[in-house]
C-alpha cells in the first residue's frame, strides 16, 4: 500500500493507496465536500481500490484538485509493471451513457469534455500524476450529477480492467527504465 501526505499552505491530503482490494478492504473517504466522497468511493469499488483518503483545505477547487494529484501519484507507484495496461468500459447511469479508455503504461493525457470544469480538472491532474492516458466521452446525458458519477464509474471499470496482472510487460519497448544520474 502507498501511503502520500500533501501539504500546501493551501490543503493537507492523506492517500493510502492499493491496487486490487479485497471485499475486506474497506474505502474510507473524507474531504469534507460530500460529493467528492460519494465520487471517491464509487471510483475506488469499480476500480477494485483499496482506498483511504482524508483531506481538507482552503477551498473546493484546492482540495479537489490536490486530491486528484496526490491519488494520481499514488496510483502511478502502484501500477503493477506487467499489467494489462488498457481498460475500456461505457457505463449507462440513467440519461447518462459515458466512455472511458485509459493506458497506464507512463504516458501522461487527458482529453475529454465534462459539464464541470472542476471535475474536468480533477481528471486531467488525476491522468497527468498518473502518467496516464486517460479519454472520457460523454455519449449522453443531461442531468450533470449522473454524467460525472457516470465518468468515475467508466474510470473505474476501465481502471479495474488496465491493473489486471498479466505474466509479461504489455509493450513493444519492455520495461522502461529511468534513473537520476546521483553526480549530476
Not at 18 to 34: I, K
Not at 51 to 59: I, R, T, W
Not at 152 to 181: M, N, Y
Request: charged letters at 25%; aromatic letters at 6%; glycine letters at 6%.
Amino acid at each position: 500500500m502507498t501511503t502520500l501526505i500533501r501539504e500546501s499552505r493551501e490543503t493537507t491530503v492523506r492517500v493510502q493507496l492499493r491496487v486490487g482490494a479485497n471485499e475486506n478492504d474497506a474505502v474510507e473517504v473524507n474531504t469534507t465536500h460530500d460529493f467528492l466522497d460519494h465520487m471517491l468511493t464509487t471510483l475506488a469499488r469499480y476500480a477494485g481500490l483499496a482506498l483511504h483518503v482524508e483531506a481538507m483545505g482552503d477551498l473546493r477547487h484546492h482540495v479537489v484538485e490536490d486530491v486528484a494529484i496526490t491519488i494520481g501519484h499514488a496510483l502511478r507507484e502502484e501500477i503493477p509493471e506487467a499489467c494489462v495496461r488498457y481498460g475500456h468500459a461505457v457505463v449507462p447511469m440513467d440519461d447518462a451513457l459515458v466512455e472511458a479508455a485509459i493506458d497506464v503504461g507512463g504516458r501522461a493525457w487527458y482529453d475529454g469534455t465534462l459539464p464541470s470544469s472542476l471535475f474536468e480538472h480533477f481528471f486531467r491532474s488525476l491522468a497527468h500524476n498518473a502518467e496516464s492516458t486517460l479519454h472520457l466521452r460523454v455519449l449522453r446525458g443531461r442531468d450533470r450529477h449522473h454524467v460525472i458519477e457516470a465518468a468515475f464509474k467508466a474510470l473505474g471499470l476501465a481502471l479495474r480492467s488496465a491493473l489486471q496482472p498479466q505474466g509479461a510487460i504489455f509493450s513493444t519497448k519492455g520495461a522502461v527504465v529511468l534513473r537520476r544520474d546521483k553526480n549530476d
